[in-house]
């Protein structure tokens, strides 16, 4: 529960959480937060073993994002098959970087394999910025002295489908940006007061319409918003 919905460690001690859990055991002990912290490192060495002891290549994903304070970080994940054919996928590392640099990146991530023990990496799969072909071209250099990547890395290098189709789609919404700026203009507007959302509200009601969504900003990775808007 801590790990998969991100709550902090003194969850644990909050009163909701005790009430919770004496309704469905009033005799559970609960662990406290340094416990649950131990625990937490615990099941992090346990995957970091289970990875080293890997005998299989590995396949990779790195996203590049920057938060609203305005502050760059890199996530770089894993995906393998075990022994039994099953695929597993792993979150490595999410880590601050300086910049998003091409060098930057490759250096970042060429240290995190370095520390994971991984040596034979069949792709790594990124966006389509040109800082992610420095990326590349860097590791496909540093991975030549570790002669473990398939077909001399020919391959190394896979653009993700989903970015692609996400610039295709934004530049074909460039053919409508006046009207988009226009719905953008209202949203704005309406959002900007409580008052004139419940006005809002009021002449939905008078015309009739149904429509439970609610009125959203666009965002530019998400370009279904568009259509929403509209």
């Known amino acids: 529960m801590i790990i998969i919905d991100e709550f902090p460690f003194k969850f644990v001690k909050g009163e909701g959480f005790y009430f919770f859990i004496s309704q469905l055991q009033p005799k559970f002990p609960i662990s406290g937060r340094?416990?649950?912290?131990?625990?937490?490192?615990?099941?992090?060495?346990?995957?970091?073993?289970?990875?080293?002891?890997?005998?299989?290549?590995?396949?990779?994903?790195?996203?590049?994002?920057?938060?609203?304070?305005?502050?760059?970080?890199?996530?770089?994940?894993?995906?393998?098959?075990?022994?039994?054919?099953?695929?597993?996928?792993?979150?490595?590392?999410?880590?601050?970087?300086?910049?998003?640099?091409?060098?930057?990146?490759?250096?970042?991530?060429?240290?995190?394999?370095?520390?994971?023990?991984?040596?034979?990496?069949?792709?790594?799969?990124?966006?389509?910025?040109?800082?992610?072909?420095?990326?590349?071209?860097?590791?496909?250099?540093?991975?030549?002295?570790?002669?473990?990547?398939?077909?001399?890395?020919?391959?190394?290098?896979?653009?993700?489908?989903?970015?692609?189709?996400?610039l295709v789609v934004n530049d074909g919404l460039k053919d409508y940006h006046e009207s988009i700026s226009r719905i953008r203009n209202v949203v704005r507007y309406v959002r900007a007061s409580p008052s004139r959302m419940d006005r809002f509200k009021i002449c939905i009601k008078e015309a009739r319409i149904v429509d439970k969504s609610t009125m959203q900003l666009d965002v530019s990775t998400r370009w279904e918003l568009y259509l929403y808007n509209a």
Request: charged share 20%; proline share 2%.
């Open 34 to 166: 340094i416990t649950i912290a131990r625990e937490c490192w615990n099941l992090y060495t346990n995957v970091e073993e289970y990875v080293h002891s890997l005998k299989s290549g590995v396949s990779l994903t790195t996203d590049c994002c920057t938060s609203v304070q305005n502050l760059s970080y890199l996530c770089l994940t894993t995906h393998f098959i075990d022994d039994n054919w099953k695929v597993h996928k792993k979150i490595l590392n999410f880590f601050p970087i300086t910049n998003h640099k091409g060098k930057t990146i490759g250096r970042r991530i060429e240290k995190w394999l370095e520390g994971w023990l991984i040596g034979r990496v069949f792709n790594i799969t990124t966006d389509n910025a040109s800082a992610n072909d420095l990326a590349i071209s860097y590791l496909k250099s540093r991975m030549k002295d570790w002669n473990t990547h398939p077909l001399k890395g020919i391959h190394l290098h896979v653009r993700c489908c989903a970015h692609i189709l996400n």
